[in-house]
C-alpha cells in the first residue's frame, strides 16, 4: 500500500534505471528511473523524482476515474516531512555519500569565484523537491510473457485492451503500437502479476499544442474510438496483435482479439459515462491542483519548470480527447 509508508523500517533501497532522462545527485531534472525501497513482509515501494511525475499524476487519475488498473500513485509535496522521512531511508542505502560530497565542496568554496560559490553554496542548502510514491508491482513485464499469452484468461486480455484505450487517451505511444502512432512499441511497460493481471506502469499525458497536429489526432481518436465502439476494429486489431507477435513470439486468436477490442470498448464507455456525468473533469481538475502546487529545486536554483501551467495544459489535452470520444459514440 501506498497510503501510508513505514520509511523508517526500509531494508534496502535500490535505484532502477528508466529511460525518461537523467536525475543528478539532488533528484532534479526529468527523472530517469525508479528508487525500488524494499519494506518488511515482503512488501515494496517505488520513489520517483523529477518533473515528470506532474503528467505521470495526471494520467493516474484518469486511470482510477476509468478503473484502468496502472501502478497507483501519489505525490508528496516538498514542505511535507515525509519527503524527508523518504530522503532519508534512500540514502542510508545509497553508494553515493551526497552529504561528504557537499561537505567537500563547502571546503573548497574559498578557492571558487564569486559566481560558481553562489552556485556551490545554493546547492549546498536547497531544500527538497516534491517526489511520488508509486505501487510496486512484482511479475514479469508483457513482452516476456508468452506462456501468460499462449493461454490468455479473459481478463488478461481485457487489460491490455483497456490500457490500449487509455493509452489512445493519453497520448502514450510508449506501449502497445495503435495505428494513430505508427510505433514499434514498448511491451516493458505493462506488468503481469503472479495472478494473471495486467498491470500498466510509466505512462504519462504527452500533449499536443493547438493546430493541425492536434486536429489531426483528435481525428484519429475519434476514428479509433468509433470503430471499436461498432465492435469492428480490424486495423486496430492488427496493430496490437503484430506486436504481439513481434515482441513475444505468441500469436493470437481472433477471439482473443475481441477480447481486447472489447476491453478497449469498455474503457471507452466509461469515458464517456464519466464525461457526460461531470465526474471525469471533477477528478482531472482535483488532480491538477494538487500537482500545481509541486515544488522543484534546480540545484538550489528556483527551477524554471511551472507545475500548474503543466497540469493544467495535460489536462486540457485530455478533455479535448475525451470530448472526441464522446462525439464519437454520439455520431454512430
Known amino acids: 500500500a501506498i497510503a501510508k509508508v513505514p520509511w523508517d523500517t526500509a531494508l534496502l533501497s535500490t535505484h532502477l534505471c528508466g529511460g ?7 533528484h532534479t531534472g526529468s527523472a530517469g528511473g525508479v ?24 494520467a493516474d487519475a484518469l486511470a482510477e476515474v476509468l478503473g484502468v488498473r496502472v501502478a497507483r500513485m501519489r505525490l508528496v509535496l516538498a514542505d511535507n516531512d515525509e519527503c524527508l522521512f523518504i530522503k532519508h531511508a534512500i540514502d542510508r542505502f545509497s553508494t ?25 553554496r545554493a546547492m549546498i542548502n536547497a531544500g ?3 517526489c511520488a510514491v508509486l ?8 513482452d516476456i510473457s508468452a506462456t501468460a499469452l499462449e ?4 481478463d488478461l486480455l481485457a487489460g491490455i485492451g483497456q490500457l490500449c484505450a487509455l493509452d489512445l487517451l493519453l497520448n502514450n505511444m ?12 514498448n511491451l516493458t511497460n505493462a506488468i503481469v502479476t503472479l495472478d494473471g493481471e495486467l498491470v500498466g506502469i510509466d505512462q504519462q499525458v504527452n500533449h499536443i499544442e493547438p493546430g493541425p497536429g492536434l486536429d489531426t489526432y483528435l481525428s484519429k481518436v475519434r476514428d479509433i474510438s468509433s470503430q471499436v465502439l461498432q465492435g469492428s476494429a480490424p486495423g486496430i486489431a492488427t496493430s496490437i496483435s503484430t506486436a504481439i507477435k513481434k515482441h513475444c513470439g505468441v500469436e493470437l486468436s481472433d477471439s482473443s482479439m475481441e477480447h481486447i477490442i472489447q476491453g478497449m470498448g469498455t474503457a471507452f464507455r466509461k469515458t464517456i459515462s ?20 509541486a515544488t522543484f529545486n534546480d540545484y538550489g536554483q528556483k527551477s524554471n519548470f511551472d507545475p500548474a501551467g503543466t497540469a493544467a495544459v495535460a489536462v486540457a489535452f485530455l478533455q479535448q480527447v475525451a470530448d472526441a470520444v464522446v462525439e464519437a459514440s454520439a455520431n454512430q
Open 20 to 26: 525518461k532522462g537523467a536525475a543528478g545527485v539532488l
Open 35 to 58: 528508487e525500488v525501497v524494499e519494506l518488511p513482509s515482503n512488501n515494496a515501494v517505488c520513489v520517483r523524482h523529477g518533473t515528470c511525475i506532474i503528467t505521470e499524476s495526471i
Open 96 to 120: 553515493l555519500n551526497i552529504s561528504k560530497e557537499m561537505k567537500r565542496l563547502e571546503k573548497q568554496l574559498p578557492t571558487m569565484d564569486e559566481e560558481t560559490a553562489a552556485k556551490v
Open 128 to 130: 527538497p523537491s516534491a
Open 135 to 142: 505501487e510496486f508491482v512484482p511479475g514479469h513485464a508483457l
Open 151 to 154: 493461454t490468455p484468461s479473459p
Open 174 to 185: 510508449d506501449r502497445i503500437p495503435l495505428p494513430c502512432w505508427g510505433n514499434v512499441g
Open 274 to 293: 464519466e464525461a457526460r456525468a461531470g465526474s471525469l473533469a471533477e477528478a482531472l481538475a482535483a488532480a491538477a491542483v494538487r500537482a500545481g502546487k
